[in-house]
T-cell receptor
Framework: RKEVEQDPGPFNVPEGATVAFNCTYS??????FFWYRQDCRKEPKLLMSVYSSGNEDGRFIAQLNRASQYISLLIRDSKLSDSATYLC????????????FGAGTQVVVTP | GAVVSQHPSRVICKSGTSVKIECRSL??????MFWYRQFPKKSLMLMATSNEGSKATYEQGVEKDKFLINHASLTLSTLTVTSAHPEDSSFYICSGSPPGLLGTDTQYFGPGTRLTVL
């Protein structure tokens, strides 16, 4: 079983709609979680950290469910510029700073 | 956010040659940097942890003699792909974390180096 699993998509979303997707992780001891955004042939860029209480950054809402070991990302009022691959990232427990990446969920926002 | 640069951004080489990729933290000092590899439509896979002034720590399955890492200063880590073969063609990305900035968990990635081995 992969350490971090995501639905690869693509999620085709009309502009202005809401899209949400999850990511599951296997290590129950994991403490730090992130969503990164990666555009085609570019490096990943931090979108937001995911806190236990859930957090919101503008149109983006991230939630953590420790009991079920998943994190979610919801994008409200989707913009064309939101089209990208969203990477779920979990910091490993064996060493600081080591990150484990999901394969990414592709989101395509259409006009 | 913090800035990490990589050079070159793209390299094409013949099979059997060695390629050096540089990763620089431009506005912070990084005692630790990470090297990743990403194949098309796949996830980033951590290759090794680069430690300033000491040996790199390699992930399981990554050949340390093939992927030489040198972290000679607090702002520069290099990855050398020795005797490159076509299967080494990939997108290589480094990352670093500025201490104390937005917490120690935030990693900033370089723009990546696309290696093509003919």
């Amino acid at each position: 079983r992969k350490e971090v699993e995501q639905d690869p998509g693509p999620f085709n979303v009309p502009e202005g709609a809401t899209v949400a997707f999850n990511c599951t992780y296997s290590n129950s001891a994991s403490q730090s979680f992130f969503w990164y955004r990666q555009d085609c042939r570019k490096e990943p860029k931090l979108l937001m950290s995911v806190y236990s209480s859930g957090n919101e950054d503008g149109r983006f809402i991230a939630q953590l469910n420790r009991a079920s070991q998943y994190i979610s990302l919801l994008i409200r009022d989707s913009k064309l510029s939101d089209s990208a691959t969203y990477l779920c990232v979990v910091e490993t427990t064996d060493s600081w700073g080591k990150l484990q990446f999901g394969a990414g969920t592709q989101v395509v926002v259409t006009p | 956010g913090a800035v990490v640069s990589q050079h070159p951004s793209r390299v094409i080489c013949k099979s059997g040659t060695s390629v050096k990729i540089e990763c620089r933290s431009l506005d912070f000092q990084a005692t630790t940097m990470f090297w990743y590899r990403q194949f098309p439509k796949k996830s980033l896979m951590l290759m090794a942890t680069s430690n300033e002034g000491s040996k790199a720590t390699y992930e399981q399955g990554v050949e340390k003699d093939k992927f030489l890492i040198n972290h000679a200063s607090l702002t520069l880590s290099t990855l050398t792909v020795t005797s490159a073969h076509p299967e080494d063609s990939s997108f290589y990305i480094c990352s670093g974390s500025p201490p104390g900035l937005l917490g120690t968990d935030t990693q900033y990635f370089g723009p990546g180096t696309r290696l093509t081995v003919l």
